[in-house]
């Protein structure tokens, strides 16, 4: 199957510094990636689409001026954390397909901060 | 509103049995479900999807029953295996036009598997 890179797979930060995180699709192009979180013991909660090229869509309740996504390229997006808390301690999941297909994701990014 | 629902929390079964994943919906727009497998700390793997205009889909060990008229749909592994412990989550998919958000997931809260050798 495809494979969706994303980086770091873990990161510890300090309260109040941002974070960014990547991902990658690296053997073909997503026009749409997605960006989840996950909280233990529960579901996948999709934070927003990224669309290459526009602005992401944020789910309802996600801060789109605290979770940052950009979507440059066919095969990047990226989210920023800005401003860290202690509660957006969480794992952060990416997602990218293209149309009809079922998506691939990353590996995850197990994001703590102190 | 938990559109996607996988009511079991976590399943036991014994090596080599049948182990059989449920997961029940509710919003008619649905038209493709998949199922993804997760070990802790890992992003989920594509494991198997249907159609609606499917009732079921096979792909050697594991097959996808999808029954349209009760909103439901199960994943069956057999001989499971020690290996196949995972998390396992159902998620489903709007039909519409094509690309953006449309193709955005909904994923149930995952049932636990644990194959016990």
């Known amino acids: 199957g495809a494979v969706v890179s994303q980086h770091p797979s873990w990161v510890i930060c300090k309260s109040g510094t941002s974070v960014k995180i990547e991902c990658r699709s690296l053997?073909?192009?997503?026009?749409?990636m997605f960006w989840y979180r996950q909280f233990p013991k529960q579901s996948l909660m999709l934070m927003a689409t990224s669309n290459e090229g526009s602005k992401a869509t944020y789910e309802q309740g996600v801060e789109k001026d605290k979770f940052l996504i950009n979507h440059a390229s066919l095969t990047l997006s990226t989210l920023t954390v800005t401003s860290a808390h202690p509660e957006d301690s969480s794992f952060y999941i990416c997602?990218?397909?293209?149309?009809?297909?079922?998506?691939?994701f990353g590996q995850g990014t197990r994001l703590t901060v102190v | 509103d938990q559109q996607v629902k996988q009511n079991s929390p976590s399943l036991s079964v014994q090596e080599g049995r049948i182990s059989i994943l449920n997961c029940d919906y509710t919003?008619?727009?649905?038209?493709?479900f998949l199922w993804y497998k997760k070990y802790p700390a890992e992003g989920p793997t594509f494991l198997i999807s249907i159609s609606s205009i499917k009732d079921k889909n096979e792909d050697g060990r594991f097959t996808v029953f999808l029954n349209k008229s009760a909103k439901h749909l199960s994943l069956h592994i057999v001989p499971s295996q020690p290996g196949d412990s995972a998390v396992y989550f159902c998620?489903?998919?709007?039909?519409?036009?094509?690309?953006?958000?449309?193709?955005?997931?909904?994923f149930g809260k995952g049932t636990l598997l644990t194959v016990n050798p």
């Open positions: 998620a489903a998919r709007r039909g519409g036009e094509s690309g953006g958000s449309n193709y955005k997931l909904t």
């Open positions: 053997d073909f192009q997503a026009t749409t």
């Open positions: 919003n008619s727009m649905f038209d493709y």
């Open positions: 997602s990218a397909q293209q149309p009809n297909t079922e998506a691939f």
